[in-house]
């Protein structure tokens, strides 16, 4: 077989059973080797032609900030990459430059074995980082495909409290939009959702800055990108999920009084909306809400950062879930009768 083929050059490490492949890999052929590719000491082939395929892609996932025409998305940094391969979703490929080598043993359990089944890509330091989205690239990307979610999925939680969510609204900076989602994730969010406000649209939560953001949290957490705001709504409240609409201004005359996190019950089915950085949520959207919220704060200062406001919101909404669940844990210990010792059963004869 010619050597300049992608089977042999550009797709070193597929499992040798075509029908053992997963679907990402399945779709991931793109385009022939250049014919002056290398190989590495290890055998596999070196992408180092800048019009490579599978490098176009990366570029446009990664600097581009853009998903590929299946959808994949970029992760960088072998902090990225590592959440990527143990959350489950699928995986087009992972790339490794030169230098970035280094990382691979790290990586080894997760991309070696037969069932993760996905090229394994390498080029040169110079490439990477013409594709790298970062100032210093650590030499480690993957594509992957973030994980499907339906509304039916948000309002499921599964855990011992109701559904907690998140509705960003406007929220334009993908650092912000990253912040919030692990923050949320942290203190027990089970989804999110994003949407337009108005003329504000959302940064999306798979976006090269947003990720790295969010840490990975937004390929763990279910999140429900691009739906219609007004949809969202409607449907949260035949659902009965309770919308609690963040403030940051106060309220007029006629208008509900505005609720400190501690007023609000987060052990029912809830979810915050948080609306654009400097003109939060519109008018409307306040108004349909179930109640607003704001956080009391000294005189002088104005409001907080978005992902600062969020943090605190979602440190009550713990600390309120985390104390009922374990008053059931306490009650359903109390509930049960005492144990009996093999010597209170038996006691000894004299």
Not at 88 to 114: N, Q, T, W, Y
Not at 300 to 314: K, P, Q, R
Request: charge should be neutral; glycine fraction near 8%.
């Amino acid at each position: 077989m010619p050597p300049n083929l992608l089977s042999t050059m550009e797709v070193p490490q597929l499992a040798p059973a075509a029908g053992s492949l997963l679907p990402s890999t399945v779709m991931a052929t793109p385009g022939k080797a250049a014919r002056n590719n290398r190989s590495t000491p290890n055998g596999a082939a070196l992408l180092t032609s800048r019009d490579n395929r599978w490098l176009k892609e990366f570029r446009m996932a990664l600097r581009g900030g853009l998903p590929t025409e299946d959808g994949f998305v970029g992760v960088e940094g072998i902090r990225l990459v590592e959440e990527a391969l143990r959350s489950g979703c699928p995986i087009r490929a992972v790339l490794f430059s030169e230098s970035g080598e280094r990382h691979h043993e790290r990586l080894a359990s997760l991309i070696d074995r037969p069932e993760m089944a996905f090229p394994i890509l390498r080029t040169t330091d110079r490439l990477f980082e013409g594709l790298a989205d970062t100032e210093h690239p650590q030499g480690v990307a993957a594509l992957v495909h973030p994980r499907q979610t339906s509304f039916d999925d948000l309002v499921s939680a599964p855990s011992a409290c109701a559904p907690l969510l998140v509705v960003l609204a406007g929220v334009q900076d993908p650092g912000n939009v990253g912040t919030i989602l692990r923050t949320a994730a942290a203190f027990g969010a089970t989804g999110a959702a994003t949407a337009a406000s108005g003329v504000s649209g959302t940064a999306s939560p798979f976006s090269p800055k947003a990720l790295r953001a969010s840490a990975g949290a937004a390929l763990h957490l279910p999140v429900l990108a691009g739906m219609s705001l007004s949809i969202l709504l409607a449907q949260l409240k035949v659902a009965g999920v309770r919308t609690l609409a963040s403030s940051v201004h106060e309220p007029r005359d006629g208008e509900q009084p505005l609720l400190a996190p501690w007023e609000v019950d987060w052990c029912q089915p809830v979810a915050l909306l948080v609306g654009n950085e400097g003109a939060g949520l519109p008018e409307e959207v306040e108004r349909s809400a179930d109640a607003s919220i704001r956080i009391p704060m000294a005189s002088g200062v104005e409001s907080l950062n978005a992902a600062a406001a969020a943090a605190v919101v979602f440190y009550e909404a713990a600390r309120q879930r985390n104390s009922i669940r374990a008053s059931n844990i306490q009650e359903s210990v109390a509930s049960q009768p005492p144990k009996t010792t093999d010597a209170a059963r038996s006691p000894k004869k004299t």
